[in-house]
Nanobody
Framework: VQLQASGGGLVQPGGSLNLSCAASGFAFSLYWMYWVRQVPGKAIEWVSS????????AYVDSVKGRFTISRDNANDMLYLEMNDLKPEDTALYYCALEHSGSTRGQGTQVTVSS
């Protein structure tokens, strides 16, 4: 299993970023997929989930209305559109195979700061 997240960066509060995750080594289209994030010294936090067909999504309350998860099963890609970013969104973001984030790849850093 390989999960490679990209698209992070430094953005001002209120800004936007689009994260991508390239998946390989498993039957991507059959799996629910997840975005999780982690701040140094804190536990991994679940951010969003999407079902295998891409028709059902769920979000942690703190990002509802600001983040949108999506997927492209033809190309084994997972996405997270992040709008109206806040300083508390600063974290290392990972795509994962579980809600817990236990199977995750290399993350991408998102820093929200003025």
């Amino acid at each position: 299993v390989q999960l490679q997240a990209s698209g992070g960066g430094l953005v001002q509060p209120g800004g936007s970023l689009n994260l991508s995750c390239a998946a390989s080594g498993f039957a991507f289209s059959l799996y629910w997929m997840y975005w999780v994030r982690q701040v140094p010294g804190k536990a991994i936090e679940w951010v969003s989930s999407i079902n295998s067909g891409g028709h059902y999504a769920a979000y942690v309350d703190s990002v509802k209305g600001r983040f949108t998860i999506s997927r492209d099963n033809a190309n084994d890609m997972l996405y997270l559109e992040m709008n109206d970013l806040k300083p508390e969104d600063t974290a290392l973001y990972y795509c994962a195979l579980e809600h817990s984030g236990s199977t995750r790849g290399q993350g991408t850093q998102v820093t929200v700061s003025s």
